[in-house]
């Protein structure tokens, strides 16, 4: 069975600063997808980014990118000028598409970041 | 399009009382999901539809638990004799299946309160 496993259960830094949240994973499948959801104190789950495993191509939106290192199984999120809007908890998640079998996303149990003013 | 709903957001409810949530995912979604989410966790996956069709269903999913998709549209996630250990948030998501990373969108969540 899959599972993730973010390390950082609270993270803090500074409004502008630069943060990056870790997150590892372990699958013995080599196609799959990853995702970064932000949930904020309201609760809604937000799509923050996504990453195919089969792209090499670090995946990028606005200030948030992410260090894909399929080798080690790892899929970090750096958020680059912190701002306000950006404390929540953020959840990194993994998908593997067995074409109509499970489709579930497995989840990590997520790290609250604090934005410092 | 507004986004995936689910009615009610709260719900109090008596241990053995049945409950009924539902969802309504985004129009041209083909995949409808159900997570739990406890206090402090991440969602952990209970069942998914495609269409109208149940495709998986989480060893989570206790016999109490039974959700339906009729019509391949809205979906209902049906709690039989409710426990204690059933008070969580219950959320939905849709996706599009078919040419794409097929991420999910969340809905809101219901918040259930089993006394």
């Known amino acids: ?117 | 399009d507004t986004g995936v709903s689910q009615d009610p957001r709260h719900k109090i409810t008596k241990r053995g009382q049945n409950v009924t949530f539902r969802c309504d995912p985004i129009s041209e979604h083909n995949r409808l999901y159900w997570y739990r989410q406890t206090l402090g966790q991440g969602p952990e996956f209970l069942t998914y539809f495609q269409n109208e069709a149940q495709l998986e269903k989480s060893r989570l999913l206790s016999d109490r638990f039974s959700a339906e998709r009729p019509k391949g549209s809205f979906s209902t996630l049906e709690i039989q004799r409710t426990e204690q250990g059933d008070s969580a948030m219950y959320l939905c998501a849709s996706s599009f299946y078919g040419g794409s990373v097929g991420e999910q969108y969340f809905g809101p969540g219901t918040r259930l309160t089993v006394t």
């Open chain 1, 1 to 117: 069975a899959q599972t993730v496993t973010q390390s950082q259960p609270e993270m803090s830094v500074q409004e502008a600063e630069t943060v990056t949240l870790s997150c590892t994973y372990d699958t013995s499948e080599s196609d799959y997808y990853l995702f970064w959801y932000k949930q904020p104190p309201s609760r809604q789950m937000i799509l923050v980014i996504r990453q195919e495993a089969y792209k090499q191509q670090n995946a990028t939106e606005n200030r948030f990118s992410v260090n894909f290192q399929k080798a080690a199984k790892s899929f970090s999120l750096k958020i680059s000028d912190s701002q306000l809007g950006d404390a929540a908890m953020y959840f990194c998640a993994y998908r593997f598409d067995s074409g109509g079998g499970a489709d579930g996303l497995t989840f990590g149990k997520g790290t609250h970041l604090i934005i410092q003013p």
